[in-house]
């Protein structure tokens, strides 16, 4: 089972770029990784996912190395409303593991 | 597309009643459906998987007799909640991953979120 481990908390300023940082020393050859933002009192929404290297979509981009033992989920010039709970899963299809690690609370100031 | 909706949102209810929520993949259908619940402050805790037309695989720790799953079919899922007490108050989480396709990974989408407050 892929356990992650992210920082509990991090700050940042409007327009800057924040890196997400999560491990997960012992993925599994078939696991994907993804990444959800939680807002307070609503269900977490999909950010991005990937298996290798790197994807970029409208929102992210997300970072993964050759060994694939971490993942870095890149938020390009945050604003105030990216202020939120970011959770990164690792796991696929066959085994259901789909628990959550305790997240990143991401703060970002004016 | 990808929406998963929750019904109701908010429910207050007596001690001792039974509550009843229901999960719904409004464009896709869900072979599996998962359920968490959070409380304030804390990451989400599975409390259990549903496949539809099978008995649902409850967490360890979860009791199966009083969070009665149902997953009757591949776009609804239910999660009541019986003989309810203030420690169930909680904001319950539904989740829905697609149907095996090609090229399908292992997105699942998330309803809104149930607050369920017990007096």
């Known amino acids: 089972l892929a356990k992650t481990t992210q920082p509990i908390s991090m700050d940042s300023y409007e327009g800057q770029e924040v890196n997400i940082t999560c491990s997960h020393n012992n993925i599994a050859t078939n696991d994907y990784i993804t990444w959800y933002q939680q807002f307070p009192s609503q269900g977490p929404r999909f950010i991005i996912q990937?298996?290798?290297t790197k994807v970029t979509n409208e929102v992210a981009s997300l970072f993964i190395p050759a060994d694939r033992k971490s993942s870095t989920l890149s938020l390009p010039r945050v604003s105030l409303s990216d202020t939120a709970v970011y959770y990164c899963l690792v796991g696929d299809r066959d085994n259901n593991d789909m628990r959550f690690g305790a997240g990143t609370r991401l703060t970002v100031k004016p | 597309g990808a929406v998963v909706s929750q019904h109701p949102s908010r429910v207050i209810c007596k001690s001792g009643t039974s509550v009843k929520i229901e999960c719904r993949s409004l464009?896709?259908?869900?072979?599996?459906m998962f359920w968490y619940r959070q409380f304030p402050k804390q990451s989400l805790m599975l409390m259990a998987t549903?496949?539809?037309?099978?008995?649902?695989?409850?967490e360890q720790g979860v009791e199966k007799d009083k969070f009665l799953i149902n997953h009757a079919s591949l776009t609804l899922s239910t999660l009541t909640v019986t003989s309810a007490h203030p420690e169930d108050s909680s904001f319950y989480i539904c989740?829905?991953?697609?149907?095996?396709?090609?090229?399908?990974?292992?997105?699942?989408?998330f309803g809104p979120g149930t607050r369920l407050t017990v007096l």
């Open positions: 549903s496949n539809e037309g099978s008995k649902a695989t409850y």
């Open positions: 990937g298996y290798k």
């Open positions: 464009d896709f259908q869900a072979t599996t």
């Open positions: 989740s829905a991953r697609p149907e095996v396709r090609q090229g399908a990974t292992d997105t699942q989408y």
